[in-house]
């Protein structure tokens, strides 16, 4: 315990508030210098300097100006807010998403002696109100409350009185429904905010783009507020993401990992996922932990302490596990399935390395992981009948107070039982309420006893056709969500350096190659130089082909037409049917590159979209078009500074099969085809009651399958391993594949 700074909070206010005015002044910056702030922060943290930027964070949080700080993980964001909370009067208030991380925060300053409390459901009622006692005493000197407590009014109005130095945002990225990690009850701060009488207010995350950093201020609207962003970059890690082309390569993938590197977490998508691996990894004697949110508290909160103290050194998780995990000797992150976006991933991946020492992030990477992806996408994203028929099942549920005891299942099946199929899943019911409860529709209500919610109507019962939001609120919401899903597949699919590459997506344009990712590390990574010659030549060539045949004449602009194969075989030349029939054999730029072959082509289009210079659009089928910065490259207005295959044996090889032969497999052109094909010819192996996979497709026939991509059962023939009676009996559901896989990925 210690006294707090006497007069410190008027001394500092009256330097920048003019009483008269009640206006802040900014003409007279913080004397960081000061030796009660150098006296605290060695007094009370231990430490004898800042990182950078903590320097000038905390001399604007405690100047009392709003403050928003981006630093990465490990960067010491706590100390931001800490320091300020000691030497200012009254008590900061630190909202904090995860309980384990208040008690973490909490733990850590009782034992430097700094006063600190928290408030939130694990506790019994005794202990919240004695918390409560304490902060309005003066005793406390920082209090870590969780955002659900401001969900009721009385709880703001209950801090009336009480002298609040700060209102701390942690892990503020879950304010911004553009974030990856959106939580409902983070959108009630900025009323909250209101009712304390506007206090100096500081936001703090690791990731956030510009996008969502804009959100964050909006959302908490900040008066000119500070902004640092201290840099994203963490030297000592390297990103690194592998091709797996099932199951069983994830699981040797993620043993070589744990042998080599000792400590760390793999990460899983799913509940299912997580047991799984942890399964497998007790049948072979590998000690660890498992943590989801199907767990109990008790179970959870065990886990966790065995592997922060080091009692466990390998933890196997979904993504509730990690928010503020505070070992330091971390030395490898495991995303063993897809995360859903890039920020999510760098996020996951930061918890490694904190000590400053090396440590290894990898992604394995199947594509069919996507469809889980898709399968939460769709949960969070419920459209607009589907919202009305979970408003309509409580409204038929509610008594005559307008409270209904349903649950979120319940309410599920009731929206799928009046639409006559099952279209709802239990996910997309508890998105509808979230959105419900959002927009002033409905409440949600503990229930008086035992456990589960009430869901109560705010005024009476509306006809569905009165739910309404504001206009393409859902739209824009799904459509971001799905960008963020194909930011992650553009930078798995990406040849540049990894480190860089994130940066570029966090807005740091002055990135530099790691030299330490897989890419940098087999020398597929090298800065980008402007292109000449040749290079540049059929940059302009591959842009004027898909200029061309995006171009409608009738209304006189560019919009996407066919997807990215077409294209490549019109620029090839090609006589495939279906290039004769859409008439691109008639276009100007028709086998303009048939020279360089489809390899190199197809390559030169990845390169395409990694430099911007081409899209894919975002309708029904994945469409390749130009951007307005292709449009300028082509024109000869910019020289792209990027980098593009070698004409002569660079990028991807695809060899046709000649009559009666096969083409050399060797590595699938598209992993992710392949490993659908694997898992279909397993299924149906299983169905056929498990013949020897000889008798079906073995794998280096499904590799040429998914190398060529056959367009009938005449051309698969081709194929040594596939006659007549296969092609008649086995082959049919395979070609359905491969133009599945063609349509979703703007091949066809």
Request: net charge positive; glycine share 10%.
């Amino acid at each position: 315990m210690f006294p707090p700074p006497p007069g410190r909070q008027g001394r500092i206010f009256g330097k920048f508030f003019s009483k008269e005015s009640g206006k802040r002044r900014l003409s007279d910056p913080f004397d960081m210098s000061r030796p009660d702030i150098a006296k605290a922060l060695a007094a009370h943290f231990g430490h004898t300097s800042f990182r950078k930027p903590q320097r000038e964070v905390v001399e604007s949080v405690v100047s009392g100006r709003d403050t928003l700080a981006i630093m990465p993980t490990g960067g010491g964001k706590s100390l931001c807010y800490q320091l300020p909370a000691v030497v200012s009067d009254g008590v900061a208030l630190v909202v904090s998403p995860l309980i384990a991380l208040m008690k973490d925060q909490v733990d850590a300053l009782s034992k430097k002696g700094i006063p600190a409390a928290m408030i939130n459901s694990s506790q019994s009622w005794a202990e919240q109100k004695g918390a409560m006692d304490a902060m309005r005493s003066g005793a406390l000197k920082l209090v870590y409350i969780a955002p659900e407590r401001f969900r009721a009014q009385s709880f703001t109005r209950s801090l009336a009185g009480v002298k609040i130095s700060l209102f701390a945002v942690d892990e503020a990225h879950c304010i911004s429904q553009w974030g990856h990690d959106f939580r409902p009850d983070y959108m009630r701060l900025r009323e909250a905010l209101e009712t304390l009488g506007r206090p100096p207010c500081a936001a703090f995350t690791a990731t956030a783009t510009p996008e969502v950093k804009g959100d964050i201020i909006s959302q908490l609207d900040m008066r000119s507020p500070a902004v640092f962003v201290s840099g994203f970059a963490r030297p000592n890690l390297s990103f690194n993401v592998t091709q797996v082309s099932g199951r069983a390569e994830k699981d040797a993938k993620t043993r070589e990992l744990i042998a080599k590197f000792k400590t760390g977490i793999i990460y899983c998508s799913t509940r299912k996922s997580a047991e799984d691996v942890s399964k497998g990894l007790a049948l072979d004697s590998i000690p660890h932990v498992l943590y989801h949110g199907g767990m109990t508290p008790a179970q959870r909160d065990e886990a966790q302490d065995e592997f922060v103290s080091g009692r466990a050194d390998v933890a196997v998780a979904t993504n509730a596990f990690g928010m503020g995990i505070d070992r330091p000797d971390i030395r490898f992150v495991c995303h063993h399935d897809l995360p859903g976006s890039v920020e999510a991933f760098y996020q996951e991946a930061g918890r490694a390395g904190r000590d400053g020492g090396p440590a290894r992030c990898e992604m394995l990477f199947s594509y069919a992981d996507k469809r889980v992806q898709d399968f939460f996408i769709e949960g969070a994203n419920p459209r607009i009948a589907e919202i009305r028929a979970v408003y309509s099942a409580i409204c038929a549920a509610a008594g005559s107070d307008g409270t209904a005891s349903i649950s979120i299942d319940d309410m599920a099946d009731a929206a799928n039982a009046a639409a006559g199929r099952k279209a709802l899943s239990s996910m997309s019911a508890a998105s509808a309420v979230s959105l419900l409860k959002k927009h002033g529709f409905i409440e949600r209500l503990d229930a008086p006893s035992g456990p589960g919610r009430l869901t109560r109507l705010i005024g009476p019962a509306l006809p569905p056709s009165h739910i309404v939001f504001p206009p393409g609120m859902l739209e824009e919401k799904r459509r971001r969500d799905e960008q963020k899903l194909k930011d992650l597949l553009r930078f798995a699919y990406s040849r540049g350096c990894r480190q860089e590459w994130i940066l570029g997506y966090f807005g740091e344009a002055d990135a530099s190659p790691c030299g330490r990712c897989d890419r940098c590390a087999s020398g597929r990574a090298e800065p980008a130089a402007p292109l000449s010659g040749e290079a540049l030549e059929d940059v302009r060539k591959a842009l004027s082909g898909i200029a061309r045949m995006s171009f409608k004449t009738g209304r006189r602009e560019w919009a996407p037409r066919f997807g990215r194969d077409r294209i490549a075989k019109s620029l090839c030349g090609s006589r495939d049917a279906r290039i004769l029939e859409a008439g691109l054999d008639r276009v100007s730029t028709y086998g303009i590159l048939k020279e360089r072959g489809k390899a190199y082509v197809g390559s030169l289009i990845d390169a395409l979209l990694d430099a911007g210079l081409a899209e894919i659009s975002d309708g029904e089928y994945p469409l390749l078009g130009i951007t307005p910065k292709g449009v300028e490259v082509m024109l000869g207005g910019l020289v792209p500074s990027m980098d593009i295959p070698k004409p002569a044996g660079g990028g991807r090889v695809r060899a046709r099969p000649a009559a009666g032969g096969s083409a050399d497999a060797g590595e699938p052109e598209y992993p992710e085809l392949y490993s659908r094909l694997v898992e279909l010819r397993n299924a149906v192996r299983r169905a056929r009651g498990n013949p020897p996979i000889y008798a079906l497709f073995p794998n280096q026939v499904l590799k040429n399958l998914a190398n060529l991509r056959p367009a009938d059962a005449e051309e698969a023939m081709k194929i040594k391993g596939i006659g007549p009676q296969k092609a008649q009996t086995l082959l049919p559901p395979f070609l359905d594949e491969i133009r599945k896989f063609e349509r979703e990925n703007g091949l066809a």
